[in-house]
């Protein structure tokens, strides 16, 4: 089975990744490297280079590349469920699970790594967590088609998928 988590940047969804996936002794793989390797450029350069609907339609193709894999925990990009159909996919092909994230957390995660985000690079403080809090919004009808929805706190997030898998 694959194992799909959502969520904004900056939600953890690559650390707990990790985590997870060793906890169920299988790979763990993260969308953008996996897109970035195929590529031979960054998610940043793609952004730049090609723009934004060239990169999503990349990514769909690799997410759907990776269905072809065998059983892995796979960490998605933030907006990889909001395009292409992506989350219909991902349901049908495994279980998903949205890391919830507060958007004041996520702005105090993304502020000291936006150089390698393409959507926040230019953005002051403020300009961050209005724009998480707008994205977050349009994004929820996304996020929330998963099969498990889990609301970060403090608690150690993959321990606690771990428990619910």
């Keep these: 089975m694959h194992i799909f988590l959502i969520g904004f940047?900056?939600?953890?969804?690559?650390?707990?990744?990790?985590?997870?996936?060793?906890?169920?002794?299988?790979?763990?793989?993260?969308?953008?490297?996996?897109?970035?390797?195929?590529?031979?450029?960054?998610?940043?350069?793609?952004?730049?280079?090609?723009?934004?609907?060239?990169?999503r339609g990349i990514e769909s193709l690799s997410l759907k590349l990776l269905g072809n894999h065998p059983d892995a925990v796979i960490a998605t990009g933030g907006g990889t469920p909001c395009f292409f159909n992506n989350i219909a996919w991902m349901n049908e092909n495994g279980m998903t699970i949205y890391l919830k994230t507060s958007p004041k957390k996520l702005a105090s995660r993304l502020k000291n790594e936006k150089s390698k985000r393409p959507l926040v690079a230019k953005l002051n403080e403020k300009e961050?967590?209005?724009?998480?809090?707008?994205?977050?919004?349009?994004?929820?009808?996304?996020?929330?088609?998963v099969k498990i929805i889990l609301i970060q706190d403090n608690q150690d997030v993959a321990a606690d998928l771990f428990s619910r898998i």
């Design 9 to 55: 940047m900056g939600c953890g969804k690559s650390y707990s990744g990790k985590r997870l996936a060793t906890l169920l002794d299988l790979p763990f793989i993260d969308l953008d490297a996996f897109i970035e390797e195929k590529a031979g450029e960054s998610i940043s350069e793609i952004f730049e280079n090609q723009g934004e609907n060239t990169f």
């Design 128 to 145: 961050l967590l209005d724009f998480i809090v707008v994205k977050l919004e349009e994004r929820k009808k996304y996020y929330e088609q």
